[in-house]
């Protein structure tokens, strides 16, 4: 899997929109762009991936650079519960124990009132 | 709503005891994962099931056994605890695709004295 790197903390006020990035520049072309956020003392959660194109759910938005080497993660409206260390995870579909979750260090979002 | 639930979220044993931790999910998946997680060294997969009675050995299978008699329970178990195994235990499940995201119980935080 590709290394990731993002920033270690980050802070943001209630309301206001989250960006989270991650930079991945030795992805390669099969590779995803998946985040996962883990709030404390509890199990990590899925929030979205994507290849190429820029993807949006209900909890998020994910921008992907057209070279594909970095990656923001959207969080439209955060709120105190979205403070969590979010992970970026850059991965080929695998199978088997090969689709085994690799954390890096992540980076710890504190959404303050 | 999916759900992946595990027995206990916290749990003390003695050294020598044997423990059990019982995962069940909703999701009718295959794939189901334990893992633990500790300060500094983030998710490390113990035990992988892809289907019922089939299991492959993680990263760190030493001290541990699995169970799937049931497509929807992945039982882990220590078969004689010691101090090195306090730690969090996440469970996770996946559906069949290579890219299909992992969900995950809320952990288990087992202490051994």
């Known amino acids: 899997d590709a290394k990731t790197t993002q920033p270690p903390s980050m802070d943001c006020a209630e309301g206001r929109a989250a960006n989270l990035p991650c930079n991945h520049s030795?992805?390669?072309?099969?590779?995803?762009v998946y985040w996962y956020r883990q709030i404390h003392s509890q199990g990590p959660q899925y929030i979205i991936h994507?290849?190429?194109n820029n993807e949006t759910n209900e909890m998020a938005s994910l921008i992907i650079t057209e070279d594909r080497k970095s990656s923001t993660l959207i969080l439209p409206h955060a709120t105190l519960r979205d403070t969590a260390v979010y992970y970026c995870?850059?991965?080929?579909?695998?199978?088997?124990?090969?689709?085994?979750?690799?954390f890096g260090t992540g980076t710890r979002l504190q959404v303050t009132l | 709503d999916v759900k992946v639930t595990q027995s206990s979220r916290y749990l003390v044993k003695r050294t020598g005891e044997k423990v059990f931790l019982e995962c069940v999910q909703d999701?009718?998946?295959?794939?189901m994962f334990w893992y633990r997680q500790d300060p500094g060294l983030g998710l490390r997969l113990i035990y992988f099931?892809?289907?019922?009675?089939?299991?492959e050995k993680g990263d760190i299978p030493e001290g541990y056994s699995v169970s799937r008699e049931k497509k929807e329970r992945f039982s882990l178990i220590l078969e004689s605890a010691s101090t090195n195994q306090t730690s969090m235990y996440l469970c996770?499940?996946?559906?069949?695709?290579?890219?299909?995201?992992?969900?995950f119980g809320p952990g288990t935080r087992l202490t051994v004295t």
């Open positions: 099931s892809y289907d019922v009675k089939m299991k």
């Open positions: 995870i850059v991965r080929v579909t695998l199978t088997g124990t090969a689709s085994k979750l690799t």
């Open positions: 996770a499940s996946k559906g069949t695709g290579g890219t299909r995201e992992q969900y």
């Open positions: 994507g290849l190429k």
């Open positions: 030795t992805i390669s072309g099969n590779e995803y």
């Open positions: 999701m009718d998946h295959e794939n």
